[in-house]
Protein backbone atom coordinates (compact mmCIF):
# COMPACT_ATOMS: atom_id res chain seq x y z
CA UNK A 1 0.00 0.00 0.00
CA UNK A 2 1.30 3.20 -0.88
CA UNK A 3 1.99 6.20 2.18
CA UNK A 4 2.86 8.89 1.76
CA UNK A 5 4.60 11.66 4.16
CA UNK A 6 5.47 15.32 3.95
CA UNK A 7 7.91 16.81 6.53
CA UNK A 8 7.46 19.55 7.86
CA UNK A 9 4.17 19.79 8.25
CA UNK A 10 4.04 23.57 8.68
CA UNK A 11 7.33 26.18 7.99
CA UNK A 12 7.70 29.88 8.27
CA UNK A 13 10.36 31.35 6.73
CA UNK A 14 11.37 35.40 6.60
CA UNK A 15 11.02 36.55 2.62
CA UNK A 16 14.41 35.85 0.17
CA UNK A 17 15.12 32.62 1.94
CA UNK A 18 15.50 29.50 -0.08
CA UNK A 19 13.68 26.11 0.87
CA UNK A 20 13.21 22.74 1.06
CA UNK A 21 10.32 20.64 1.33
CA UNK A 22 9.98 17.24 1.69
CA UNK A 23 8.26 14.03 0.30
CA UNK A 24 8.53 10.33 0.61
CA UNK A 25 6.55 7.09 -0.27
CA UNK A 26 6.96 3.79 0.44
CA UNK A 27 6.44 2.10 -2.11
CA UNK A 28 9.25 3.34 -4.99
CA UNK A 29 7.54 1.54 -8.07
CA UNK A 30 5.79 5.11 -9.25
CA UNK A 31 5.70 5.93 -13.13
CA UNK A 32 5.68 9.87 -12.14
CA UNK A 33 5.13 11.95 -9.13
CA UNK A 34 3.53 15.60 -8.84
CA UNK A 35 3.91 18.76 -6.88
CA UNK A 36 0.27 20.65 -5.62
CA UNK A 37 -0.17 23.77 -4.34
CA UNK A 38 -3.73 24.64 -2.68
CA UNK A 39 -4.55 27.83 -1.28
CA UNK A 40 -6.40 28.54 1.69
CA UNK A 41 -10.54 27.57 0.32
CA UNK A 42 -8.93 26.64 -3.29
CA UNK A 43 -8.54 23.75 -5.24
CA UNK A 44 -5.31 22.21 -6.24
CA UNK A 45 -2.72 23.55 -8.70
CA UNK A 46 -0.42 21.22 -10.22
CA UNK A 47 3.30 22.90 -10.17
CA UNK A 48 5.61 20.32 -11.43
CA UNK A 49 5.27 16.58 -12.49
CA UNK A 50 8.23 14.43 -12.92
CA UNK A 51 8.65 11.04 -14.47
CA UNK A 52 10.00 8.15 -12.89
CA UNK A 53 12.64 8.32 -16.08
CA UNK A 54 13.81 12.19 -14.38
CA UNK A 55 15.36 13.28 -11.63
CA UNK A 56 14.26 16.56 -11.58
CA UNK A 57 11.79 19.62 -13.11
CA UNK A 58 12.24 23.01 -12.69
CA UNK A 59 9.49 25.80 -13.55
CA UNK A 60 10.90 29.29 -12.90
CA UNK A 61 11.79 29.46 -8.80
CA UNK A 62 10.62 25.75 -8.14
CA UNK A 63 12.75 22.84 -8.94
CA UNK A 64 11.62 19.69 -7.73
CA UNK A 65 13.58 16.18 -7.57
CA UNK A 66 12.79 12.38 -6.87
CA UNK A 67 15.00 9.69 -5.80
CA UNK A 68 13.11 6.41 -6.74
CA UNK A 69 15.16 3.98 -4.74
CA UNK A 70 15.01 6.14 -1.51
CA UNK A 71 11.45 7.09 -2.03
CA UNK A 72 11.93 10.54 -1.73
CA UNK A 73 11.43 14.29 -3.48
CA UNK A 74 12.07 17.18 -2.99
CA UNK A 75 10.71 20.97 -3.67
CA UNK A 76 12.87 23.65 -3.62
CA UNK A 77 11.86 27.09 -3.59
CA UNK A 78 14.76 29.89 -4.16
CA UNK A 79 13.94 32.86 -3.43
CA UNK A 80 11.09 32.76 -1.28
CA UNK A 81 8.42 35.86 -1.68
CA UNK A 82 4.82 36.18 0.57
CA UNK A 83 3.11 35.14 -2.45
CA UNK A 84 4.27 31.69 -1.99
CA UNK A 85 2.44 31.25 1.26
CA UNK A 86 -0.18 28.42 0.70
CA UNK A 87 0.14 24.51 1.31
CA UNK A 88 2.37 22.29 -0.69
CA UNK A 89 1.36 18.70 -1.74
CA UNK A 90 3.10 15.93 -2.81
CA UNK A 91 1.21 12.91 -4.61
CA UNK A 92 2.13 9.40 -6.45
CA UNK A 93 -0.36 7.10 -8.61
CA UNK A 94 -1.32 4.07 -6.58
CA UNK A 95 0.19 1.48 -8.85
CA UNK A 96 2.10 1.12 -12.06
CA UNK A 97 -1.06 1.35 -14.29
CA UNK A 98 -3.58 3.39 -11.99
CA UNK A 99 -3.67 7.26 -11.73
CA UNK A 100 -5.36 6.97 -8.15
CA UNK A 101 -3.10 9.51 -6.35
CA UNK A 102 -1.60 9.50 -2.88
CA UNK A 103 -1.75 12.46 -1.44
CA UNK A 104 0.40 13.69 1.16
CA UNK A 105 -1.26 16.09 3.98
CA UNK A 106 1.09 18.67 2.97
CA UNK A 107 3.17 21.41 3.96
CA UNK A 108 1.70 24.89 5.09
CA UNK A 109 4.13 27.59 3.91
CA UNK A 110 4.43 30.55 5.20
CA UNK A 111 6.63 33.61 3.78
CA UNK A 112 6.95 36.47 6.67
CA UNK A 113 7.52 40.07 4.72
CA UNK B 1 -8.07 26.49 -22.26
CA UNK B 2 -11.55 26.24 -19.91
CA UNK B 3 -10.31 24.38 -16.28
CA UNK B 4 -12.91 22.10 -14.33
CA UNK B 5 -15.98 23.97 -13.28
CA UNK B 6 -17.71 22.49 -10.41
CA UNK B 7 -21.00 23.67 -8.22
CA UNK B 8 -21.88 24.98 -5.75
CA UNK B 9 -18.76 26.11 -4.07
CA UNK B 10 -19.87 26.06 -0.23
CA UNK B 11 -22.83 23.81 0.53
CA UNK B 12 -24.36 23.84 4.25
CA UNK B 13 -26.80 21.09 5.19
CA UNK B 14 -27.70 19.37 8.85
CA UNK B 15 -27.17 15.86 9.76
CA UNK B 16 -29.31 13.02 7.40
CA UNK B 17 -30.15 15.58 4.75
CA UNK B 18 -28.69 15.09 1.00
CA UNK B 19 -26.82 16.54 -0.90
CA UNK B 20 -25.24 16.88 -4.57
CA UNK B 21 -22.09 18.12 -6.39
CA UNK B 22 -21.97 19.09 -9.83
CA UNK B 23 -18.56 18.73 -11.73
CA UNK B 24 -17.57 19.65 -15.54
CA UNK B 25 -14.42 18.07 -16.63
CA UNK B 26 -12.10 19.75 -19.12
CA UNK B 27 -13.04 19.28 -22.73
CA UNK B 28 -11.71 16.09 -24.14
CA UNK B 29 -10.93 14.83 -20.45
CA UNK B 30 -11.82 11.22 -20.53
CA UNK B 31 -10.84 10.73 -16.99
CA UNK B 32 -12.45 12.12 -14.01
CA UNK B 33 -12.05 12.03 -10.34
CA UNK B 34 -13.67 12.73 -7.14
CA UNK B 35 -11.45 13.27 -4.18
CA UNK B 36 -12.41 14.10 -0.78
CA UNK B 37 -10.09 16.27 1.56
CA UNK B 38 -10.37 16.57 5.45
CA UNK B 39 -9.55 19.63 6.36
CA UNK B 40 -5.74 18.81 7.56
CA UNK B 41 -5.39 16.10 5.24
CA UNK B 42 -4.36 14.92 1.49
CA UNK B 43 -6.96 14.64 -0.69
CA UNK B 44 -8.51 11.27 -0.79
CA UNK B 45 -9.44 9.33 -4.07
CA UNK B 46 -13.39 8.51 -3.72
CA UNK B 47 -14.08 7.37 -7.33
CA UNK B 48 -12.85 7.64 -10.80
CA UNK B 49 -14.13 7.47 -14.13
CA UNK B 50 -13.12 6.40 -17.83
CA UNK B 51 -15.61 7.84 -19.84
CA UNK B 52 -18.72 6.89 -18.48
CA UNK B 53 -17.09 3.85 -16.65
CA UNK B 54 -16.03 3.42 -13.30
CA UNK B 55 -12.30 2.51 -12.65
CA UNK B 56 -12.26 2.83 -9.54
CA UNK B 57 -14.99 3.07 -6.25
CA UNK B 58 -13.00 0.73 -3.86
CA UNK B 59 -12.68 3.83 -1.53
CA UNK B 60 -16.64 4.83 -1.69
CA UNK B 61 -18.45 4.90 1.31
CA UNK B 62 -21.44 2.75 -0.90
CA UNK B 63 -24.17 2.66 1.57
CA UNK B 64 -24.39 6.88 1.55
CA UNK B 65 -22.53 8.24 -1.22
CA UNK B 66 -22.99 7.56 -5.20
CA UNK B 67 -21.68 9.38 -8.60
CA UNK B 68 -22.39 9.06 -12.29
CA UNK B 69 -21.36 10.18 -15.34
CA UNK B 70 -23.61 8.71 -17.92
CA UNK B 71 -23.03 10.75 -20.73
CA UNK B 72 -19.10 10.25 -20.53
CA UNK B 73 -18.75 14.14 -19.57
CA UNK B 74 -19.81 16.16 -16.83
CA UNK B 75 -20.65 13.67 -13.05
CA UNK B 76 -22.72 14.33 -10.30
CA UNK B 77 -21.71 12.47 -6.70
CA UNK B 78 -24.29 12.64 -4.24
CA UNK B 79 -24.62 11.65 -0.45
CA UNK B 80 -27.46 10.61 1.19
CA UNK B 81 -28.04 10.68 4.29
CA UNK B 82 -25.16 12.86 5.28
CA UNK B 83 -23.02 12.60 8.27
CA UNK B 84 -21.18 14.94 10.60
CA UNK B 85 -18.10 13.63 9.08
CA UNK B 86 -18.95 13.72 5.56
CA UNK B 87 -17.46 17.94 6.34
CA UNK B 88 -15.09 18.29 3.63
CA UNK B 89 -13.98 19.90 0.31
CA UNK B 90 -15.30 17.47 -2.46
CA UNK B 91 -12.83 17.89 -5.57
CA UNK B 92 -13.21 16.96 -9.09
CA UNK B 93 -10.16 16.36 -11.08
CA UNK B 94 -9.69 15.45 -14.70
CA UNK B 95 -7.39 13.79 -17.35
CA UNK B 96 -6.90 12.83 -20.90
CA UNK B 97 -6.29 9.25 -20.27
CA UNK B 98 -5.77 7.21 -16.61
CA UNK B 99 -1.84 8.26 -17.09
CA UNK B 100 -1.64 11.89 -17.86
CA UNK B 101 -1.52 14.89 -15.31
CA UNK B 102 -4.55 15.45 -13.55
CA UNK B 103 -6.02 18.86 -13.67
CA UNK B 104 -7.98 19.96 -10.44
CA UNK B 105 -11.09 22.08 -9.98
CA UNK B 106 -11.55 25.03 -7.21
CA UNK B 107 -13.51 22.28 -4.92
CA UNK B 108 -16.98 22.23 -2.94
CA UNK B 109 -16.41 22.86 0.85
CA UNK B 110 -19.35 20.92 2.39
CA UNK B 111 -20.16 21.76 6.07
CA UNK B 112 -22.42 19.12 7.55
CA UNK B 113 -24.18 20.10 11.21
Known amino acids: KQEVTQIPAALSVPEGENLVLNCSFTDSAIYNLQWFRQDPGKGLTSLLL?????REQTSGRLNASLDKSSGRSTLYIAASQPGDSATYLC????????????FGAGTRLTVKP | EAGVAQSPRYKIIEKRQSVAFWCNPISGHATLYWYQQILGQGPKLLIQFQNNGVVDDSQLPKDRFSAERLKGVDSTLKIQPAKLEDSAVYLC???????????FGPGTRLTVT
Open chain 2, 93 to 103: ASSLSTKDEQY
Open chain 1, 91 to 102: AVPRGRNNNDMR
Open chain 1, 50 to 54: IQSSQ
